[in-house]
C-alpha cells in the first residue's frame, strides 16, 4: 500500500514539473518550441539539400557564379544583383551548393520566424499573440516551401521585419534597439526598408503602409489644424501623380514589369489569405481562415467606434495595441491595393503577399485568442480558453505542416534531368564551348559553360537563322527537351532527324524508371 502511495506521488510530481515547464514556465514554452521548428526545418533542409534549382533560382545563382568568375551569365533585367552578389561570395570563398544552402537558406529562415515572435511581441502585450503567429509562420505552407529554394524572399523580409522593429520598438516605444536610439529610429527605418528592396524590388508594396503610419503618428503636427491636414493630403495627391507620370513616361523594366495600368482591376487578390491556410479536408471548416476574418472585423469594427483616434496619434507608448494594430493594417492594405491596382496579374503566387505577413499573422493570432476567450466567458470556464487556443493551434500547425510536407516532396526531384544533364556537359566540355538550351540559366548554372538559347539571344526564332548562327558560332552541344516548352521553338523537336549528319545524341534522359520516355537529348554538334 505504502509503495502503491509513493509511485502515485511520484507520478504527481512528475506531471508538475512537466506543467510548470509547458504552461508556468513561459520560457519553457519557447525554448520547447523553437526546438520543434528547428528539427522541423532541419528535416526539410535535409530533404531537400541536393534538389535540382528551378529557372528564378538557377538566374541567382549562374549571376553568383558569374560574378565570382566561375561562368558567363547575365542577370535577367527584372532582378537587382544584390542577392546574387551576397552568394558570389560563398563561392570565392569555395563552399559548396550544399554549404551555400545552409547560410542563404536555412539560417535566414530560422532567423525570420525569431525575428517575428520579437517583433510581435513588442507590439503587444498579450505574448500569446507572438507565440501563435511564430508557430504559424514556422510551418505556413508556401514559406516553409520556399525556405528551400534559391530565392529572396527570406532575405528581403528580414530587413523589413528588422525595420518594422526599429518603429514599433524605437520611434514609437522610444526604447533603444541594438545600437539604434529613438532620434535615429527613422534613419534606420528607411535604410532598412531599401535594403528589402534591394534584395526583391517587389517587396517595396509594403513601404507606403510605414509610411502612412509615421504620418498618422505625427497626427499632433499633420492634423493640428486645417492647413496642415490640407497641406499633407495636397502632397500626397502630387507624390501620387508624378509617380503615375513617370511610370507613364519611362520604359524601365524593373518598374514595368511591377505596373500594368493596362489590366482590369484584379479583385482576385482579395483570395490570398484563404490560399495562405488551405485545408486539407474541404469538408472541414476551415477555422484558421476563419479566426483571420475574426481578428480583422474585430479591428475594423472597433477601429470605426473610435477613427477619431487616428487624428491624435503620437509618437509615443501610449495606445500601443491600438497603433500595433493599426501598423499591421495597414501592411495588409498597402500589399493588396498594389496587387489589385497597380501589378493587377491575372494570377499569383502566394510568395508575393509575404510582406503583408505581420499583419495576417497578427490578427488572425487575435481572431483564434478572441474566440476562445468569448466561448470561456459564455461557459464561465477560464480553463477552456487556453484548450480553444492550443486546440485550434494546433489544428492550424497540422494542416499547414501536411500541405507543405506533400508539396516539398512532389517537387524534390523536378527538373532533375536538367540538373543533371547540366552537369554532364560541364564534365564533357572546356570552358571555352558553347551550348545551345531552351533551359538557359540552369545550364548556364550547372555546365558554367556560356549558354544561347535556339534564337541566340535575339528575337529570330527560325530555323534558317539558327542553321546559320550555329555555322559561325559553332556550339559543342544542343539540348532539347520537353522542359521550356514556351521558349523552344517547334521546329527545333525536328531538327536532330532532319541534320543526322551534324546533330549526334550522346545523352539521353527520362521521365521515367523503365527508360522508354526520353524527356531530355544532349545533341553533338559535328562540323
Not at 528535416?43 to 528564378?56: M, R
Not at 551569365?73 to 546574387?84: A, G, H, M, V
Not at 513601404?207 to 492647413?227: D, E
Not at 500547425?397 to 527538373?415: E, L, R
Request: proline residues 4%.
Amino acid at each position: 500500500m505504502e509503495k502503491s502511495i509513493k509511485e502515485n506521488k511520484e507520478i504527481e510530481k512528475r506531471k508538475e514539473k512537466l506543467k510548470s515547464l509547458f504552461v508556468g514556465n513561459y520560457k519553457g514554452l519557447i525554448i520547447s518550441l523553437f526546438i520543434i521548428i528547428f528539427l522541423i526545418r532541419i528535416y526539410y533542409f535535409s530533404l531537400t539539400i541536393n534538389q535540382p534549382l528551378w529557372w528564378d533560382e538557377s538566374d541567382y545563382m549562374a549571376t553568383a557564379k558569374s560574378f565570382a568568375g566561375l561562368g558567363n551569365y547575365k542577370l535577367e533585367s527584372i532582378r537587382l544583383p544584390t542577392f546574387p552578389f551576397l552568394v558570389s561570395i560563398f563561392f570565392k570563398l569555395g563552399f559548396t551548393e550544399p554549404m551555400i544552402r545552409f547560410f542563404v537558406l536555412l539560417i535566414p529562415s530560422l532567423l525570420l520566424i525569431f525575428l517575428t515572435y520579437y517583433l510581435i511581441k513588442e507590439m503587444y502585450v498579450d505574448k500569446r499573440i507572438a507565440l501563435i503567429s511564430a508557430l504559424f509562420l514556422s510551418v505556413l505552407w508556401e514559406h516553409l516551401f520556399y525556405s528551400n529554394r534559391f530565392h529572396t524572399e527570406n532575405i528581403s523580409l528580414i530587413f523589413e521585419f528588422l525595420a518594422l522593429i526599429v518603429l514599433v520598438k524605437c520611434y514609437t516605444k522610444k526604447e533603444k534597439f541594438l545600437f539604434i536610439k529613438s532620434k535615429h529610429s527613422l534613419y534606420f527605418v528607411f535604410i532598412l526598408s531599401m535594403a528589402a528592396v534591394f534584395f526583391r524590388p517587389g517587396n517595396i508594396i509594403f513601404f507606403p503602409g510605414v509610411f502612412i503610419f509615421i504620418l498618422l503618428s505625427k497626427g499632433n503636427v499633420i492634423f493640428k489644424n486645417k492647413k496642415n491636414t490640407l497641406y499633407s493630403f495636397l502632397l500626397l495627391i502630387f507624390a501620387f501623380i508624378a509617380l503615375m507620370v513617370i511610370l507613364s513616361k519611362f520604359s524601365i523594366p524593373i518598374i514595368s514589369s511591377y505596373y500594368h495600368p493596362e489590366r482590369s482591376v484584379a479583385w482576385v487578390h482579395l483570395t490570398v489569405f484563404e490560399g495562405f491556410f488551405q485545408p486539407i479536408n474541404q469538408q472541414l471548416p476551415n477555422l484558421i481562415y476563419y479566426s483571420f476574418l475574426l481578428g480583422i472585423a474585430i479591428f475594423v469594427f472597433r477601429l470605426s467606434l473610435s477613427y477619431e483616434k487616428l487624428w491624435t496619434l503620437n509618437n509615443d507608448g501610449s495606445n500601443l495595441k491600438f497603433k500595433s494594430d493599426l501598423l499591421n493594417f495597414l501592411l495588409i492594405l498597402s500589399v493588396l491595393i498594389a496587387f489589385i491596382l497597380f501589378l493587377r496579374p491575372d494570377s499569383f503566387e502566394y510568395r508575393w503577399f509575404f510582406p503583408l505577413l505581420p499583419g495576417m499573422l497578427v490578427f488572425t493570432s487575435q481572431g483564434i485568442i478572441n474566440f476562445s476567450e468569448f466561448v470561456g466567458e459564455k461557459l464561465s470556464n477560464k480553463k477552456i480558453i487556453s484548450i480553444l487556443i492550443i486546440m485550434i493551434s494546433l489544428f492550424g500547425f497540422y494542416t499547414q505542416i501536411i500541405h507543405a510536407d506533400s508539396i516539398i516532396k512532389a517537387k524534390v526531384n523536378s527538373y532533375m534531368q536538367v540538373k543533371e544533364s547540366g552537369i554532364w556537359v560541364k564534365e564533357n566540355s572546356v570552358s571555352t564551348d558553347i551550348i545551345i538550351s531552351s533551359s538557359i540559366p540552369q545550364h548556364s548554372y550547372y555546365s558554367e559553360r556560356k549558354v544561347y538559347s535556339f534564337g541566340f539571344d535575339s528575337s529570330n526564332l527560325s530555323e534558317e537563322y539558327f542553321n546559320e548562327k550555329i555555322k559561325e558560332i559553332k556550339p559543342k552541344y544542343a539540348i532539347i527537351s520537353a522542359f521550356e516548352p514556351v521558349f523552344t521553338p517547334a521546329w527545333a523537336y525536328e531538327w536532330p532527324d532532319k541534320n543526322k549528319e551534324i546533330a549526334v545524341p550522346v545523352q539521353v534522359y527520362f521521365a521515367d524508371a523503365e527508360k522508354k520516355q526520353p524527356i531530355l537529348v544532349v545533341y553533338e554538334l559535328k562540323y
